[in-house]
């Protein structure tokens, strides 16, 4: 018997990706247990009805995304689960900000850490480049076989050198290579977040009033990226609380922007400064003030402002009106557009005359960095995973195993 693997749900979709290996000797790894991206808010039971939750595991989280880490809090109680120490922190924030706190703890590795064991396996998480922070890809080591998972990842983002070495020097004898395909059957082009900041000092040269700007607050990246133009030009970046208080836990010995860093100031809304109290950590609060700035005040600026729905109520009850000579650029999927949560944002803006435009570009590898990754690690097998094209699109992959979800094959 050789190492068994499952792929319980990504098969046919993006989001809520779940991954048994099996060893010979029963133990078990689980990569990753997502919540899939159509689930309601709120809604329970939806672990994957072909894992086995009787038997013991240890599941390992790939990167902070709730498409693979949502539903951890239905895993067994008794099962441990890894993921990285900056991982675990992002987490941890989104269950303290939305009220519902984190009852699982994390054992954590970190992009030095190296290989390490699980039972008879031996895992190597390897830090990649994605549009969530802490992001790894695994290499699992068992019963003599070798997988690697790529989780989600990009070539175009501030870490691309990361893949770059990893395809340089690829990992010896991989049997099976488990790969996302999520921008599979997309032309649109993936732009570098070096060519959007030059985008979005473009956009800031030419703006005569503020440019609000509605990115997702853990988008390290993207931050990174919004703050360096605004500094180019000579403009301040005003984020919200929820955005400084992740910078606030993973920066630490990092070059990162932060509260108190130039040309950073963190508006103090009611609306957040209720929930942090809620959460009783007004002390973090009391702490940004010092660097802080009123809505009111952003009133009369030239400040590139953070904007999304549930800030708009705090900067209207403070007088904070868009006019023709501001612009709006949103800086996250268009899909989202969809959702009146975004799309809300969007409409306060371009119903004031406000310049729109969209900067933005994929947390994920465009097709042909995909197919480049995979020729680099020439696996014996790659196994599509948290795409929707794979179907159409494995060609230039080399020899593709395509299964159903709950399929479980013998790794040959
Ligand atoms: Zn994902
Ligand atoms: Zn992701």
């Not at 400084?244 to 932060?258: H, K």
């Amino acid at each position: 018997m050789s190492l068994q693997l499952t792929v319980h749900r990504g098969t046919q979709q993006i989001g809520g990706s779940c991954i048994e290996i099996t060893h010979p000797h029963g133990d078990r790894i689980i990569l990753d247990a997502g919540r899939p991206l159509d689930a309601p808010d709120g809604a329970t039971g939806r672990l994957p009805a072909s894992l086995d939750r009787s038997r013991p595991a240890t599941v390992l989280i790939s990167h902070p995304h709730q498409d693979h880490w949502g539903l951890v809090e239905e895993l067994p109680p008794a099962w441990p689960i890894w993921t990285g120490s900056g991982s675990a922190k992002l987490i941890a924030i989104t269950g303290d900000v939305t009220r519902r706190p984190f009852t699982r703890t994390f054992e954590t590795w970190d992009s030095r850490s190296g290989p390490f064991a699980v039972g008879p396996f031996t895992v190597t998480p390897i830090l990649t480049d994605h549009s969530a922070f802490d992001a790894y890809m695994l290499l699992v080591e068992g019963g003599g076989k070798r997988l690697l998972y790529t989780g989600d990842f990009r070539r175009h983002g501030r870490k691309s050198t990361l893949v770059d070495w990893m395809m340089a020097r690829p990992p010896a004898d991989i049997d099976v290579l488990l790969t996302e395909g999520t921008n599979l059957g997309s032309d649109k082009p993936v732009m570098s977040e070096n060519e959007l900041e030059r985008d979005f000092v473009e956009l800031m040269e030419r703006t005569k009033g503020r440019v609000f700007i509605a990115w997702s607050g853990q988008n390290i990246d993207r931050t990174v990226t919004i703050y360096r133009a605004a500094k180019r030009t000579g403009r301040t970046l005003a984020i919200d609380l929820y955005t400084a208080d992740v910078l606030d836990r993973i920066s630490e010995g990092t070059g990162l922007p932060r509260a108190g860093f130039p040309n950073l100031k963190v508006i103090v809304t009611r609306g957040l400064r209720c929930n942090y109290r809620d959460q009783g950590r007004e002390d973090f609060v009391k702490r940004m003030v010092p660097n802080g700035i009123s809505a009111k005040r952003l009133e009369g600026s030239r400040n590139v402002v953070m904007l999304r729905r549930g800030l708009i109520r705090d900067y209207q009850s403070a007088g904070v009106v868009p006019t023709g000579d501001d612009a709006l650029n949103f800086s996250m999927w268009r899909g989202y557009l969809s959702e009146p949560y975004h799309s809300e944002a969007l409409e306060w803006c371009r119903a004031a005359g406000a310049e729109i435009a969209y900067i933005h570009t994929s947390g994920h590898a465009s097709p042909a960095d995909l197919r480049a990754f995979a020729a680099s690690i020439r696996p014996k097998i790659v196994v599509p995973v948290h795409g929707v094209q794979w179907d159409g699109e494995s060609h230039g992959f080399g020899m593709v195993r395509r299964l159903a979800d709950g399929e479980t094959m013998e790794i040959p």
